[in-house]
């Protein structure tokens, strides 16, 4: 290194350590990582609500045969690459700097943000595009949610580390509703505006994080766990593409589970994650060191994460359905504008999270997490106990009131958790940690979502189809076209009430509806048939996917019980060692 090269390197880390000392460095750290935080989950929900304006806009129709799996990707790609990568881009910023790393992920998001607004093609082809460069958008998401977390942590002292990741934290899972607001606002006015509107957000953020934020964790220069990396890729994007295929429908099934190819795909995901498992116990610098699951404030809280996010995951799209394919239109809303109304009725459940979180984290702080996380974790099987008894036609301010205390019992677990995860990993390996609690809140979201799915349409295949049969003939369809309806797998008749379509009008079809009487194809496409018409069979379907909801819950109550009293890393203090040949050495 030549002497100029030096000179500014040393004035560079002076000016760090003298940014870095200062009392406020620690809320500049939490506020940009934060922002990273709602905004990469803000974009993981975003498209949800927009997807009819985006289909649109490309020029297809996701129910017609061969596009649920584009519908499918769409969603859940960015989902699967952000589980996927945050414990190898956790495990780079441990060994090549958190900061560096955080920084570059603003920057990859941006970049494809734009892209994702500027696809001139439609048809399958716009939507492969779109795709695409949301997974290589879920590669900068996934930078910045790997490291967020253990730059706080490397910021705040362990008695502020609860309120500082709590306030991370509950942002991040608010980012996951606002997400469907923003979608339902901005997708009508143009669908490109969805991915546009982070743009800002990601440029202003790239520039302050590298302008203000500073390396202040242990760096662990080592080599790259190439097989450790690869294996556990390939593993989990295998399960991960099972489950979003075992949701489609196969073969005349109503779901793919039997599917040879979602058979191998299970099966060789498992088979790759053992092969992560022992080559990690093998190499001398692994990805990720599973002695840190014998730490049991570790274990135990990854473990109540991963099942609060399977009760938590799918939660979203079955409210999502249940407003928009039942309630909104009974009380008066058109199929259209349920999207964005969906969004605002569930904003109670956001109200929990931002009240309760901070609060709950600044006290993990003094008390520990148990009580927190065990309470809120019990709070949240009781509110899905109360969504399953409220009828399908509820009273709004009771299914308010029920989604609030869900916020609640979510926030008080969610921050003093992760708080105990952090605090309970070596500093060096704070980065890798934080990558892996959030793989296993981002996988059991992939996974919530095809468990939620399959419950649901396993209690829809019971009695739709003969609901749907019935119904259709007594408004005078015609038999070979009501029996064609009543036919499609119930995943169609899901996907038409998430996506906000006139669910009769789409799955019919305008050529039978002009064989029917203009009285009863009105009544047809109207906003009371189809909600009454599927609120039996949804009833059963959602007494099912809430009881593994109260299930999973319950369970990670046990967890955070077992996660033993208040712990907190602490590295072992080496004695110093007196140089002078004259020494003699201490006394036993």
Known sequence: MTPSVSGRVQRRQARAAVATASPYYKWIALSNTTLGVLMATIDGSIVLIALPDIFRGVGINPLEPGNTGLLLWLIMGYLVVTAVLVVSFGRLGDMFGRVATYNAGFAVFSVFSVLLSVTWMHGSAGVLWLTVMRIFQGVGGAMLMANSNAIITDAFPVDQRGLALG????????????????????????????????????????????LKLHDTGVRQPARLDW??????????????????????????????????????????GVLMLAIFCVAETKVAEPMFRLTLFRVRSFSAGNVANLLASLGRGGLMFILIIWLQGIWLPQHGYSFESTPLWAGIYMLPLTAGFLIVGPVSGALSDRFGARTFATGGMILAAGSFVLLALLPVNFTYWQFALVLLLNGIGMGLFSSPNRASIMNSVPPDQRGVGAGMSTTFQNAAMVLSIGIFFSLMISGLTASLPHTMFDGLITQGVPTADAARVAALPPVSVLFASLLGYNPVQTLLGPAALHQVPAGHAAYLTGRSFFPVLISGPFSHGLTIAFGFAVSACLIAALASLLRGGKYTHIEPRLQPVDPSPTAQPAAP
């Open 227 to 268: 097989w450790g990396n690869l294996s556990f890729a390939v593993g989990l994007i295998a399960i991960l593409a099972g489950i979003t295929y075992g949701i489609q429908p196969y073969r005349g099934h109503t779901m793919g589970w039997a599917s040879p190819l979602v058979l191998a795909l299970m099966g060789g």
């Open 167 to 210: 306030l991370n934290q509950v942002a991040g899972i608010a980012g996951t509703f606002l997400g469907l607001l923003l979608g339902g606002v901005l997708g009508p006015i143009d669908w490109r505006w969805v991915f546009l509107v982070s743009v800002p957000v990601g440029v202003f953020g790239t520039v302050w994080a590298y």
